[in-house]
């Protein structure tokens, strides 16, 4: 019943959309978890790897450069506790560079380092306790976490300035996209940035696209 469902509604006819939005097999419900792995490793290879002659430097990498000016825009970053939460990880992405070159950055320079979270509606936890494993500022949420409904996210995603009834803590949050929008539909994207609007201090959105050199 789930497969039928399923194709009638890639079978059903829409009116015409500003944009196309198709769908990917690793998205369905009807794919196996190990399929599912299996994408998420390959996107993984894509931002950590470079491609020789066409590549000069991993995606990854230029990601980070991109996200050390983001993150220096915060006039208070060193003053006040600050997590980066990542939606829609998969198997880890960029994320783990980032981490590692942030705070290797901030560690040279006596300053505090952020911790990076991990998270995803279908947790990758084989994935993320290994690389969470290699330091002490990258960890995870177990939990699934809807990117298009952070305010019902467990509180570690949620800033404390945020006035939804589930924050706690002391922290600020960011939130990071990293190949993520292709995802979401017109109306699930716009879900997205309402819930970073509210749950978050800043948001910031990664084409690999646009980290390619």
């Known amino acids: 019943m789930i497969v039928i469902d399923q194709i009638r509604q890639l079978l059903q006819v829409q009116p015409v959309p500003s944009r196309w939005h198709l769908f990917e097999w690793c998205d369905l419900a009807i794919t196996p978890s190990f399929i599912k792995h299996c994408c998420q490793d390959m996107l993984t290879a894509q931002w950590t790897r470079k491609l020789p002659i066409i590549q000069t430097t991993a995606p990854a990498e230029l990601a980070a450069r991109l996200i050390h000016s983001f993150l220096d825009d915060f006039p208070d970053i060193d003053t006040e506790q600050y997590f ?9 992405g960029p994320t783990p560079v980032i981490e590692k070159s942030i705070n290797r950055t901030r ?4 300053q505090s380092p952020i911790p990076f979270r991990l998270s995803d509606i279908h947790p990758n936890l084989d994935a993320w306790m290994l690389l969470s494993s290699h330091s002490a500022n990258l960890s995870f949420i177990p939990q699934p976490v809807d990117a298009t409904s ?5 509180p570690l995603v949620i800033s404390k300035t945020s006035s939804v009834s589930t924050s706690s803590g002391d922290h600020k949050s960011i939130h990071l996209y990293n190949l993520a929008f292709h995802h979401f539909n017109d109306n699930d994207a716009k879900k997205v940035l309402e819930g970073a609007l509210e749950t978050a201090d800043g948001s910031s959105n990664m084409p690999l696209m646009y980290t390619t050199a």
């Open 107 to 110: 560690t040279r320079l006596n």
């Open 84 to 92: 980066v939460i990542d939606f829609c990880s998969g198997a880890g």
């Open 150 to 154: 952070p305010s019902s996210s467990p």
